[in-house]
């Protein structure tokens, strides 16, 4: 197990990839008495075409088998994952994401007996059909219940516009349709394609003695056979990876109060290395900060104006396949927030320099904010990206950011603002 020392956090970080393959990391924190634990595989909403484990011949699997796969790994003939956890003390829950799943608890006790159940409920795949019908139904609800929320319909409207013809603009969770053909022999291809130890990786945070720890999870995985590892073969490809396919622009009726207004950019550019991808989203994270935060002259004048109100917001998402941002609020203005962002978005060159007095304020900001996040092992451990950022952790990131310079959003800026990746998305009330 190797030891990689932060001094400047006084921060360990114990590495391992077991012979089978999984990426195992560990980080102790002194005078702590929770653990978190998370355990990711490299598998998506997105990984819907693929080769299965040992077959020959690619499949397409219907869209939301992601999903669908995390929430009946918990379900055993016998018992349930969840109950399990709670009865050794500890909270667990899950989540899929368009290139990821992850499994996860946090505990006070019971450390080892409740890092078992999580690699054993995650390594040991039990589907029926009549589980299978069940789960259907479950889902099915979920999907509704999200159909009639704005705020989701909105997001959803923004990825339909960015990647119209990309499995990105489907739910994570599927429709009702495509659950509907999920089979048992479907999830276990799934499950035996990306499921695999060497396309997963489990991070431990908290407290916990890593020579102890690392003990445990080497003995429950040496009682396990996997099989020869294969890396997953994916055969996922952009529609037009120039991005000539984005809608500019459509809208929704809805029963809402005041209408909703999203304004989306895709990016274009690619990235073969981590390192290079955790750059530029730094780099943008700090951009949109420079041009759209709430100390922002932009922020403050379309505030004043009334063309934005405290819903107001934007994000940046990155993954390993494609990245995006959007910006939202609620507002009777759709046209002109439209219009002022997509302007301010436009002319970031000169937004920047105008703003370059703040650059070192945000920057320190942004800092302060992610060493804040290093109390909190669950932060830590939702942060990390695996290979998507060749492995870099908070403390990593951290570093990271300190070198960008005002000249890195410039750069930025250029690679990511194109006017053919804009688009608008509304929803406008059923009453106006």
Known sequence: MENYLYQEFNRSIYRETL???LKVQLMPMKGFNKTYAIMTTDFGSIDNNFRPYQQEEGVVVPDGVAHFLEHKLFEKEDHDAFDLFGKLGADSNAFTSFTQTSYLFS????????????????????????????????????????????NWRLYLGILGNLYPHDPMHIDIAGTVDSISKITPEILMDCYKTFYQPNNMNLMLVGKLDPEETIQWIRENQAKKDFGPQETPERYFELNDPTGHDVIPFRSLTMDVNRPKVMVGLRGLKQFDDGNERLHYKLAVDLLLDMLLDDTSDNYLRLYDEGII?????????????????????????????ADEVI????NADEEIDKAADRFDGIKKAEIGRLISLLDSPEAIGNRYGGDLFNGATLMDEINEMKKIQLADLHQAAKDFIKPEGMSVFQIVSEHH
């Open 19 to 21: 012979d089978n393959g």
């Open 107 to 150: 505990t006070t006790s019971h450390l080892k007996e409740n890092l078992d159940v999580l690699l054993d409920f995650v390594q040991d795949p039990y589907f029926t059909e009549k589980t299978v019908q069940k789960e259907q139904g479950i889902i099915g609800q979920e999907i509704q219940m999200y159909n009639d929320d704005p």
């Open 309 to 337: 109100d405290d819903s107001f917001g934007y994000n940046f998402d990155m993954t390993r396949a494609f990245h995006f941002a959007y910006f939202s609020t609620n507002t009777d203005h759709l046209e002109k927030f």
């Open 343 to 346: 302007d301010i978005l436009e």
